[in-house]
């Protein structure tokens, strides 16, 4: 079993639905990343966060350390989010990250 | 201004082939790392490196070998290219890696599809 678990795998939605990604981590961990890969490939970082809750735009990530759960929120979804998301932990005595498999998303117009 | 940049972005050679990903990031970061994308898009670590010095180094095989000539560079050289070698690499960078005791946000380059064969 991966020591980071994502779901759902795939997830297609209507443009304007609200949207959850979660993710499970079964380590200790310093910090949580979400990431956005695009259709062409390029990865970009969307938020780090070791504890609480962090928002950007229409974007939200949540993290519960005691549970070792986080949930990436999109609200009003747009079909320009349809990205693959990743979930991926720094441990605790590295910098090393250990990736999720990814939640590929569709919004449909 | 392309914060980390690869080169190149698609690579195809023979089995047996050597060959070499360059990276370089211009973020003033201390810290570079290189992952393996593979076919079901699933990321892995292979190697970081911090101030030029290698800090982690997964079960890579030996035929891949990083090189560090300063910290703003980290290529990937990959000897006797194997079947098993084609996926998309990525280079990334952080400020500060967990020497300095703090996390950093990574930033990725575009990726280097690697196709042997």
């Known amino acids: 079993k991966n020591e980071v678990e994502q779901s759902p795998q795939n997830l297609t939605a209507q443009e304007g639905e609200f949207i959850t990604i979660n993710c499970s981590y079964s380590?200790?961990?310093?910090?949580l990343h979400w990431l956005q890969q695009h259709p062409g490939g390029g990865i970009v970082s969307l938020f780090m966060?070791?504890?609480g809750k962090k928002k950007h735009g229409r974007l939200i990530a949540t993290i519960n350390i005691q549970e070792k759960h986080s949930s990436l929120h999109i609200t009003a979804s747009h079909p320009r989010d349809s990205a693959v998301y990743i979930c991926?932990?720094?441990?605790?005595?590295?910098?090393?990250?250990?990736f999720g498999a990814g939640t590929i998303l569709r919004v449909k117009s | 201004d392309t914060a980390v940049s690869q080169t190149p972005k698609y690579l195809v050679t023979q089995m047996g082939n050597d060959k070499s990903i360059k990276c370089e990031q211009n973020?003033?970061?201390?810290?570079m790392y290189w992952y393996k994308q593979d076919s079901k898009k699933f990321l892995k670590i292979m190697f970081s490196?911090?101030?030029?010095?290698?800090?982690i180094n997964e079960t890579v095989p030996n035929r891949f070998s990083p090189k560090s000539p300063d910290k703003a560079h980290l290529n990937l050289h990959i000897n006797s290219l194997e079947l098993g070698d084609s996926a998309v690499y990525f280079c990334?960078?952080?400020?500060?890696?967990?020497?300095?005791?703090?996390?950093?946000?990574?930033?990725f380059g575009p990726g280097t599809r690697l196709t042997v064969l």
């Open positions: 490196y911090n101030n030029k010095e290698l800090i």
């Open positions: 990334a960078s952080s400020l500060r890696g967990w020497l300095a005791g703090k996390h950093n946000e990574q930033f």
């Open positions: 966060l070791s504890s």
């Open positions: 973020l003033g970061h201390d810290t």
């Open positions: 991926a932990v720094s441990g605790e005595y590295g910098n090393k990250l250990v």
């Open positions: 380590v200790g961990i310093s910090a």
